[in-house]
Structure formats: structure tokens, C-alpha cells
């Protein structure tokens, strides 16, 4: 069965300077794998995804993945953090056929002025 | 375009009673599914459907029961509530699974 985990609860990063949240997953094949993103007593919203092709994604709101087979992790990246991007983060995965995504516990980050 | 639109948006329920917690897209998505959100524990999936007529149980089905009737519709019937089942449930819809989940904006659940 498929798995993800995220090992930090809580990054802290300063305006300006660039962020990275961390996910590792497992899957018996090729993984689908996704970035959420909540906003305070809002749903979540989909950031970007990797299925196949680059190993680099990019997505919205200047967020991009990185996709690595070996180390089995797909880290959310921003060169530049903004204090709008303080929210909590969920990275996603899903095996292949019609199986629904599994999701991390999140990971809330907060970008410090 | 409404996107996925969860009723209501909060509720308090007491032990043994029952309620539906009602959810619909307008985007003509097969694929719907019901998760609920525990602080610190992030989503677990509780049911899902791949089409009108078909549903299928997820990680934490037990206490719950979902229809699927129409494309639109896929309401999530919560029988004898529970104080374990308080937590905040999302609906989500996709057009395939190769494309992200929209999710509705919740409905934060209290059983006293």
C-alpha cells in the first residue's frame, strides 16, 4: 500500500529567503505524487503535481517539486518565501490504477517578516 | 462555476443522533471522495466513488455511509454519531486520477 510521510510538523523560514518542505513516499510502482496547500478554515488547494516526464515541476504561486526516484522524495521548493505563503502543506501519493490519494499530516509553515 | 459545494459548513450533533453531510460539483466529475481532517493527523479517506452507482469503502469507513445516485451528488450519512467522529470532513472531486482533487470547504463536525 501506498505511503507518505512528511517529517517536520513546523518550518520556520524568513521572508525573502528560500523555503523547502520536505516528503518522502512509498509505492509498489511508479508514483503520482502531489502538493496541497490550506489556508486557515479553507479546503485544500492543489499546488502542482508530478506524473511523469521532468524530474522538476512547477507549479502555482511560484512553488516547485523536485522529483527523486532514489531517494523516493518529492521536497516542496520556493526561492523566495513570502509571509502569504504561511500555511499548512500536504504532500500527496497515489499507485497507479483508480486508488485514491494518500496524504501526509502536513507540514505548517510560517514565513516570519 | 461553483466548484465542490459542502453543506453545512458547521454542526453540532449529540451522541446517537444522526445527520447527512451534503456535497455537489458542477464540474461533471466521475471521481468523488469523503475525508476527514484530525489535528495532526492529516487526511483519512473514508469512502470514494469512480462513477454513479459505484462506491467504495476507504481507510475509516465504519460509522458512515455514502450514495451515489447522480454524477453530482455524494452525500456522506453519518448513523448513531460518536464523540470519535468529530473532525472537520472535505469532499473532493477530480475529472481522472491524474489530475488534481478541488476540494469543498468543509464541514466542521462537533458530537457532544
Known amino acids: 500500500a501506498q505511503s507518505v510521510a512528511q517529517p517536520e510538523d513546523q518550518v520556520n523560514v524568513a521572508e525573502g529567503n528560500p523555503l523547502t518542505v520536505k516528503c518522502t513516499y512509498s509505492v509498489s510502482g511508479n508514483p503520482y505524487l502531489f502538493w496541497y496547500v490550506q489556508y486557515p478554515n479553507r479546503g485544500l488547494q492543489f499546488l502542482l503535481k508530478?506524473?511523469?516526464?521532468?524530474?522538476l515541476v512547477k507549479g502555482s504561486y511560484g512553488f516547485e517539486a523536485e522529483f527523486n526516484k532514489s531517494q523516493t522524495s518529492f521536497h516542496l521548493k520556493k526561492p523566495s518565501a513570502l509571509v502569504s505563503d504561511s500555511a499548512l502543506y500536504f504532500c500527496?501519493?497515489?499507485?497507479?490504477?483508480?486508488?485514491?490519494?494518500?496524504f501526509g499530516k502536513g507540514t505548517r509553515l510560517s514565513v516570519i517578516a | 462555476n461553483a466548484g465542490v459545494t459542502q453543506t453545512p459548513k458547521f454542526r453540532i450533533l449529540k451522541i446517537g443522533q444522526s445527520m447527512t453531510l451534503q456535497c455537489t460539483q458542477d464540474m461533471n466529475h466521475n471521481y468523488m471522495y469523503w475525508y476527514r481532517q484530525d489535528p495532526g493527523m492529516g487526511l483519512k479517506l473514508i469512502y470514494y466513488s469512480v462513477g454513479a452507482g459505484i462506491t467504495d469503502k476507504g481507510e475509516v469507513p465504519n460509522g458512515y455511509n455514502v450514495s451515489r445516485s447522480t454524477t453530482e451528488d455524494f452525500p456522506l450519512r453519518l448513523e448513531l454519531a460518536a464523540p470519535s467522529q468529530t473532525s472537520v470532513y472535505f469532499c473532493a472531486s477530480t475529472r481522472g486520477q491524474n489530475y488534481g482533487y478541488t476540494f469543498g470547504s468543509g464541514t466542521r463536525l462537533t458530537v457532544v
Open positions: 508530478y506524473i511523469t516526464g521532468d524530474n
Open positions: 500527496a501519493v497515489r499507485d497507479v490504477g483508480n486508488t485514491p490519494l494518500v
